[in-house]
């Protein structure tokens, strides 16, 4: 066998080897990329039917669709996007007090007690809003994001015109 003869031989094999390795590992890649989207819907399936149960949270707030908040449902203070999607200029009319609880590590709960003193008729609204972290923004050290998944209110009264909340039915 000539020099020449011999090299091509050499590249036409590795070139073949490379074509199958390549091949192979593209396979695998979509294998893993199709098992990973089958167990993300699967996971998305059951966050879907675990909202859709009646959550004893919810039970006497009434949902608010989030096309109807006033501002954007993504962010990284979850109490800050919370105050915006009800109030989006921060009104001085306004009261509240805002608790923020953490149940789960990406789950964060957002309860505003408002008030507008403004109105002669100051009863107090209570909002609940619950939020999904979904990553972090552009580096590892930033705040991690946060999207509004359900929202909700119900209305109270004041037991006596002092700052003490009621729970009994307004009229």
Same mark, same amino acid.
């Given at each position: 066998m000539?020099?020449?003869l011999?090299? +091509?031989? =050499?590249?036409?094999?590795?070139?073949?080897a490379? @074509?199958? $390795?390549? +091949? $192979?590992? %593209?396979?695998?890649?979509? *294998?893993?990329?199709?098992?990973?989207?089958? #167990?993300?819907?699967?996971?998305? @399936?059951?966050e879907?039917?675990?909202?859709?149960? /009646?959550?004893?949270?919810?039970?006497?707030?009434?949902?608010?669709? &989030?096309? *109807?908040l006033?501002? &954007?449902?993504? +962010?990284?203070?979850?109490?800050? &996007?919370?105050?915006?999607?009800?109030?989006?200029?921060?009104?001085? /009319?306004?009261s509240?007090?805002? /608790?923020v609880?953490y149940?789960?590590?990406? %789950? @964060?709960? $957002?309860?505003i007690?408002?008030?507008?003193?403004?109105?002669?008729?100051?009863?107090? =609204?209570?909002? %609940? $809003? #619950?939020?999904?972290?979904?990553?972090?923004?552009?580096? =590892?050290?930033s705040?991690?994001?946060?999207?509004?998944?359900?929202? +909700?209110?119900?209305?109270?009264?004041?037991?006596?015109?002092t700052?003490?909340?009621?729970?009994i039915?307004? %009229?």
């Amino acid at each position: 066998m000539s020099a020449k003869l011999k090299i +091509g031989l =050499v590249l036409t094999l590795s070139l073949f080897a490379t @074509a199958v $390795v390549a +091949g $192979v590992y %593209r396979i695998k890649q979509w *294998h893993s990329n199709t098992v990973s989207t089958a #167990e993300q819907q699967k996971i998305r @399936a059951k966050e879907i039917s675990s909202q859709n149960v /009646e959550n004893p949270y919810r039970a006497k707030y009434k949902s608010i669709p &989030l096309t *109807h908040l006033k501002s &954007l449902l993504r +962010g990284t203070d979850p109490a800050t &996007l919370a105050i915006n999607a009800f109030d989006p200029n921060n009104s001085k /009319e306004l009261s509240r007090k805002v /608790e923020v609880a953490y149940p789960k590590p990406d %789950r @964060a709960m $957002v309860t505003i007690i408002q008030t507008n003193f403004a109105s002669s008729k100051s009863k107090p =609204v209570k909002y %609940r $809003v #619950e939020l999904t972290s979904f990553g972090r923004s552009l580096f =590892v050290s930033s705040p991690p994001l946060w999207q509004i998944v359900w929202a +909700g209110s119900y209305d109270q009264c004041f037991a006596d015109r002092t700052t003490k909340l009621s729970n009994i039915n307004c %009229r």
